[in-house]
Nanobody
Framework: QVQLVESGGGLVQSGGSLRLSCAASGRASSTYTMGWFRQAPGKEREFVTAISWSGISTYYADSVKGRFTISRDNAKNTVYLQMNSLKPEDTAVYYC???????????????WGQGTQVTVSS
């Protein structure tokens, strides 16, 4: 069992930056692929980015490539999402997830956090 707790969300103006954190606890949490997903009102939850357990490999959705950066610190059991050049369309609840497969697929992630709200004003 792995528990995930996100933090760092908030309200920011367009063009601004935020850094989200996801603290993981539980059995062998540092061996999991970690991902970030987001869900805007009235839309399905969508993939944002993922990082392999070693931190060597990353995936990004095209919509955030070049603006968002995922990283992890296995010593602290924490994964980060640095979000720069934020746009109003980035407004969503952001969820941290853990899974055994290095994947963009929502169904490949077994554990989920409760989510943190990110709101970007124009």
């Amino acid at each position: 069992q792995v528990q995930l707790v996100e933090s760092g969300g908030g309200l920011v103006q367009s063009g601004g930056s935020l850094r989200l954190s996801c603290a993981a606890s539980g059995r062998a949490s540092s061996t999991y692929t970690m991902g970030w997903f987001r869900q805007a009102p009235g839309k399905e939850r969508e993939f944002v980015t993922a990082i392999s357990w070693s931190g060597i490999s990353t995936y990004y959705a095209d919509s955030v490539k070049g603006r968002f950066t995922i990283s992890r610190d296995n010593a602290k059991n924490t994964v980060y999402l640095q979000m720069n050049s934020l746009k109003p369309e980035d407004t969503a609840v952001y969820y941290c997830a853990a899974g055994h497969r290095f994947s963009r697929g929502r169904n490949d992630y077994e554990y989920w956090g409760q989510g943190t709200q990110v709101t970007v004003s124009s």
